[in-house]
């Protein structure tokens, strides 16, 4: 039935007990089947977010966007005190007199539950509590804006959101949402609903990468018990920079100058304290998310007073590192990123000056690179070649030949990159023309919806030349105002026809008649 390693027909009693899937009708495969931590969830429900542990005291801190987390009184106490009444995760200001005691309900096998609907608490229920009453209820118990047990009425902004894992629509009202409802009562706006076509007009921005493809989350939905019921179509949105990889390795037809190997290629100076520089060419057509790794790192100076730290003569250089130690720097976006010496047309060791990422292993790229003094062949499909050297083929002779440090590969001598100066760059002259395409067609938009709402002249005449919409209402006999009936139709004043003169019907001959035109 897809659960488990079964391909049975029907339902097996391991399946049902709830040893796989979601089948946990018995009791026994309730206290069975294994309590994960979701994913989306910082804390289990029955937690203090203190101390990660079951609360006896629960009491809970509540945040201004109207969620709020839950902490035993054991815990939190001294925790004000220790700290100066902040906050254990907002460092918000926190005194004991903000905290708000919680009353759970519980079954006699100490499972927490809704007191309405007794529905048990896990990692995927949205569970709320009340701020007046301090009772916790599922999210569907407190609709009707009364607390059952008590009996006593509250408002939504009394609602605080203990656990929301999937996101769904909040129960809460946050403190800035608040203050801009005060605000509304105070001073209403003032300005008028338009409506008619330029309502029409004026929808949803639609991104200007979405993609053509559904993000699948209706089907997942249909599918999967554990995923929250969609309805509506969720159409992909497609990475920004992923989209601009794809044009510059592959533009597409008729692109012009962007299709010239030449342009699709960074050239950047790389000044070493040796008072010389390496010139590179970087192949942002072969590897594009590599060199704007470093095209990007380079525009923040991560680059600047890097040592050269590895020296091999006859093999490497490598440098890139800002601690200097050969084991730190990270990559533009703060994680390693993918390998790309798989892509195709992927460029490879296959001579001197050849420049590469250094990595751990597979999908480990971050900061520092190397440049060779030979071809390296072996590192083939092991490190990304992203560039090559153009220039500076004396400062390469130089570093290669640096003395170094008895019974270690570092330069006895510290050499390190001054600077690194970018002449040209794909990737900015790619977001220039995308600035620009987008403030285009903005603009003929802004101009179609500027035309809708301007009224020329002429606008209101049809193609028959009758005006639409004149002062004398359709209908109305003579002109006269407010008349009607179910007659009204009938006095419409129709153009007279004109007279046409109509030529009497020659009439047949009939017979063989005579022999005139024989």
């Known amino acids: 039935m897809g659960h488990g390693n079964s391909n049975k027909l029907y339902v097996t009693h391991a399946e049902h007990s709830g040893l796989f899937g979601q089948h946990t009708a018995s009791s026994s495969g309730f206290r069975a089947k294994p309590e994960g931590l979701n994913p989306a969830a910082i804390t289990p429900f029955d937690c203090c977010a203190l101390s990660f542990q079951p609360f006896s005291h629960p009491v809970c801190a509540r945040n201004a966007d109207g969620t709020g987390a839950v902490f035993d009184l054991t815990n939190i106490i001294p925790w004000l005190k220790q700290h100066n009444n902040t906050h254990p995760i907002t460092s918000e200001p926190l005194t004991p007199a ?69 996101g769904l629509p909040s129960a809460s009202v946050s403190a800035t949402k608040q203050q801009a409802a005060q605000k509304e009562k105070v001073a209403p706006s003032t300005k008028l609903a338009i409506a008619g076509p330029v309502a029409a007009i004026r929808k949803e921005a639609t991104p200007w990468n979405i993609s053509p493809y559904s993000s699948g989350a209706p089907g997942a939905s249909l599918t999967s018990t554990s995923v929250d019921p969609q309805t509506a179509t969720a159409r992909l949105v497609w990475d920004e920079e992923e989209v601009m ?104 060791h296959d001579g001197r000056g050849v420049v590469a990422m250094a990595n751990k292993g597979a999908g480990t790229n971050g900061s520092q690179f190397y440049i060779t003094f030979q071809p390296t062949p072996h590192l083939d499909k092991k490190h990304t070649v992203f560039g090559k050297l153009v220039g500076g083929d004396d400062v390469l002779d130089t570093l290669e030949k640096l003395p170094r440090k008895d019974g270690a590969e570092r330069p006895a001598k510290p050499v390190k990159i001054t600077e690194v100066v970018i002449y040209q760059d794909p990737f900015e002259e ?80 009939l017979g063989f008649g005579d022999f005139g035109n024989f």
């Open 245 to 348: 990889f794809e044009s510059i390795q592959n533009p597409g037809k008729g692109k012009g100058k962007e299709k010239d190997v030449g342009k699709r290629r960074a050239y950047v100076r790389v000044v070493t304290s040796l008072g010389g520089s390496l010139n590179l060419e970087l192949f942002c057509e072969k590897a594009p998310k590599t060199c704007y790794n470093f095209l990007m790192l380079a525009r923040e100076g991560k680059y600047n007073d890097c040592l050269f730290h590895r020296l091999i003569p006859g093999f490497m250089i490598q440098t890139g590192d800002p601690t200097g130690t050969g084991s730190g720097g990270q990559s533009y976006w703060g994680t390693p990123f993918r390998d790309e010496y798989d892509l195709k047309g992927a460029a490879r």
């Open 430 to 509: 790619y977001k220039a023309r995308l600035a620009k395409k987008l403030a285009k067609k903005a603009e003929t938009s802004a101009g179609v919806e500027q035309a809708v709402q301007e009224k020329k002249d002429g606008d209101d005449v049809n193609w028959f030349g009758v005006k639409v919409g004149a002062d004398t209402p359709l209908g109305l006999a003579g002109g006269a105002v407010g008349a009607g009936g179910v007659g009204k139709y009938l006095n419409l004043k129709r153009p007279t026809q004109r007279a046409v003169a109509v030529e009497p019907a020659k009439k047949r001959k």
């Open 98 to 166: 903000d905290l708000i005691s919680l009353h759970y309900a519980r079954k006699p096998s100490g499972e927490y539950h809704d007191p309405i609907s007794f529905k048990p608490f896990n990692e995927h229920s949205h569970i709320v509590a009340v701020a007046t009453t301090g009772n916790v209820f599922l999210a569907d118990s407190v609709k009707g804006g009364v607390d059952l047990v008590n009996d006593v009425r509250f408002k939504k902004e009394d609602v605080i959101t203990l656990q929301n894992p999937h």
